[in-house]
T-cell receptor, first 115, second 115 residues
Framework: KAGVTQTPRYLIKTRGQQVTLSCSPI?????VSWYQQTPGQGLQFLFE???????NKGNFPGRFSGRQFSNSRSEMNVSTLELGDSALYLC??????????????FGSGTQLSVL | AQKITQTQPGMFVQEKEAVTLDCTYD???????LFWYKQPSSGEMIFLIY??????QNATEGRYSLNFQKARKSANLVISASQLGDSAMYFC????????????FGTGTLLAVQP
């Protein structure tokens, strides 16, 4: 069974540009959540999707957005990139949302560097 | 507010010995889930073990076990018979409430296994 797939693995962008990251969850999983990991702030929750609906959103500016498609694949977009957006972006998938015993499985992440 | 505390920034252990990584948590929600993940230098976040707040027994997954002490709000990870491949960053995380897959992460413990 394939795991969570994130593309691309690495990205280099310049300030002011926008970027789109992709996440394909494990087959049969309908919940996808996104996290940002930086050396200074650690792992921070961005947003969570289930059945194409955003269920929860972290404390990030509106430049960060996401969506989920009918096949459960998800994308996140960051517009007007800033140097501080340089981070590892991790995607996690699970079968459902809200089940106390539900386990979350992560992908390998997309390393974004903003120059 | 929910919080995860990992007080050990780094630890050394000899190969084949057991090691305990500490994690304490704070929440007022009676329903929660606790996770441990391993993050090697490659960046992927690998699921290790899960403990639900209502689970009566400590969780075990192969060489990993979770020492769950609910009254003390601690969820320490025990790795038995350490291997060189166990060298990585280890994160403790908590699911916030029961209607979301949002995880709150600790700051992590860097484990180095010495031959």
């Amino acid at each position: 069974k394939a795991g969570v797939t994130q593309t691309p693995r690495y990205l280099i962008k310049t300030r002011g540009q926008q970027v789109t990251l992709s996440c394909s969850p494990i087959s049969g999983h309908r919940s996808v959540s996104w996290y940002q990991q930086t050396p200074g702030q650690g792992l921070q929750f961005l947003f969570e999707y289930f059945s194409e609906t955003q269920r929860n959103k972290g404390n990030f500016p509106g430049r960060f957005s996401g969506r989920q498609f009918s096949n459960s694949r998800s994308e996140m977009n960051v517009s007007t990139l800033e140097l501080g957006d340089s981070a590892l972006y991790l995607c996690a998938s699970s079968r459902s949302t809200g089940d106390p015993d539900e386990k979350l499985f992560f992908g390998s992440g997309t390393q974004l560097s903003v120059l | 507010a929910q919080k995860i505390t990992q007080t050990q920034p780094g630890m050394f252990v000899q190969e084949k010995e057991a090691v305990t990584l500490d994690c304490t948590y704070d929440t007022s929600d009676p329903s929660y889930g606790l996770f441990w993940y391993k993050q090697p230098s490659s960046g992927e976040m690998i699921f290790l073990i899960y403990q639900g707040s209502y689970d009566q027994q400590n969780a075990t997954e192969g060489r990993y076990s979770l020492n769950f002490q609910k009254a003390r709000k601690s969820a320490n990870l025990v790795i038995s018979a350490s291997q060189l491949g166990d060298s990585a960053m280890y994160f403790c995380a908590m699911r916030e409430g029961s209607a979301t897959n949002k995880l709150i992460f600790g700051t992590g413990t860097l484990l180095a296994v010495q031959p």
